[in-house]
């Protein structure tokens, strides 16, 4: 079936570096793929999308691009911030699916140091 | 502002008893979601409602009741029959099902039983 990993945290960083949070994802057809992002004692929200292959989702200096080639939707950051620590979901729906079919990644926590 | 609220945010609970988290949205969104989230574990969908006095079991069902009398509205329900009720829950809703759709998720409301 479906299938989204996430690279396991947590993942500790200092200010100004640059991250990368792999995603790989299995499914059938062209899903849509998404990252969520968590703050702490917040709910989730959604922060970059990507509906097809070779689209680029980007948001709050947040990049991702939908690899079909290598089933992969990696979050980057060039510079993270304090404020980027939380907790980052990758996240699809499969080809011709709906939002109560998306598939979660468990999650990947990172913590920004100043 | 819109968005959605979820009460209590922090619930205590005997075994054996009922308990009913509550979920209001003032988006105008047609699709709701009650989801359980476990350290290490992702995202898990309980129930799901498309439309007004419709609602559909998701992948973990058991042991939870829902009902949707109002669109605003999508109270869950844990009940005693809930082997291991101890979890943080969300609620999310979209103004579609369809996956392209943004999912905007409340705070969250973090369940322990004693």
């Keep these: 079936g479906d299938s989204v990993t996430q690279m396991e945290g947590p993942v500790t960083l200092s200010e100004e570096a640059f991250l990368t949070i792999n995603c790989t994802y299995t499914a059938t057809g062209y899903p849509s793929l998404f990252w969520y992002v968590q703050y702490p004692g917040e709910g989730l929200q959604l922060l970059l999308k990507a509906t097809k292959a070779d689209d680029k989702g980007s948001n709050k200096g947040f990049e991702a691009t939908y690899r079909k080639e290598t089933t992969s939707f990696h979050l980057e950051k060039g510079s993270v911030q304090v404020s980027d620590s939380a907790v980052y979901f990758c996240a699809l729906s499969p080809n011709a699916g709906n939002n109560r079919k998306l598939i979660w990644g468990l999650g990947t926590s990172l913590a920004v140091n100043p | ?114």
């Design chain 2, 1 to 114: 502002d819109g968005g959605i609220t979820q009460s209590p945010k922090y619930l205590f609970r005997k075994e054996g008893q009922n308990v009913t988290l509550s979920c209001e949205q003032n988006l105008n969104h047609d699709a709701m979601y009650w989801y359980r989230q476990d350290p290490g574990q992702g995202l898990r969908l309980i129930y799901y409602s498309q439309i007004v006095n419709d609602f559909q079991k998701g992948d973990i069902a058991e042991g939870y009741s829902v009902s949707r009398e109002k669109k605003e509205s999508f109270p869950l329900t844990v009940t005693s029959a809930q082997k291991n009720p101890t979890a943080f829950y969300l609620c999310a809703s979209c103004a579609t099902d369809r996956p392209t759709g943004e999912l905007f998720f409340g705070e969250g409301s973090r369940l322990t039983v004693l």
